[in-house]
């Protein structure tokens, strides 16, 4: 089982964002032939396609801070001991944690009205809360993901080891 959690673990947002992209970009072609060859659209494209770009945004920002993929400024580390870069990403990853607490606490707000209130979308006549439940979802992935860049980079500090900086974009 451990080696389930560990492919888990190694590629959930992968194929997640693999999901949505293939729904988002079939969806669209769909739209786009219908629109132009049959001169007709639906409601139900525009909305599963934007919907899929919410959770895609979502997911895709957990999977940045698996990787260290997200946007920082960085010039400061390049001048810095490994020991003051590892506690500059610990405290970086902290701050994240507390904005992300925030936005679950906030987004689930306007989960619990949609679920109280029975709110539809308006083409597809689904439950809104399958779709606002993005928000919190991809930040719920934010903060596991956090937790465990903060025990790697501990674990690197009281090691001696580099801290992890992710893959380079451009080099």
Excluded: C
Excluded at 84 to 107: C, E, H, Q, R
Excluded at 143 to 161: K, M, N, P, T, Y
Aim: glycine share 6%.
């Amino acid at each position: 089982m451990s080696k389930l959690f560990r492919a888990i673990d190694k590629n959930a947002e992968r194929w997640l964002l693999l999901v949505f992209y293939v729904m988002l970009v079939g969806t669209m072609f769909i739209e786009v032939v219908r629109r132009e060859v049959f001169a007709y659209s639906s409601i139900w494209g525009e909305e599963i396609v934007r919907y899929a770009f919410i959770y895609l945004a979502w997911i895709g920002a957990a999977a940045a801070v698996k990787e260290r993929g997200h946007i920082r400024i960085d010039v400061l580390m390049h001048y810095v001991p490994q020991q003051v870069k590892s506690l500059l990403y610990i405290f970086g990853d902290l701050v994240m944690f507390i904005v992300a607490l925030f936005a679950i606490y906030w987004s689930w707000e306007t989960v619990h009205v949609s679920w109280t209130f029975g709110s539809v979308t308006h083409g597809l006549r689904i439950s809104q809360v399958y779709f606002l439940l993005a928000v919190p979802f991809g930040f719920a992935l934010v903060i596991f993901r956090l937790v465990q860049s903060f025990l790697r980079d501990l674990a690197d500090l009281r090691a001696g080891r580099p801290v992890y900086e992710g893959d380079k974009l451009f080099d």
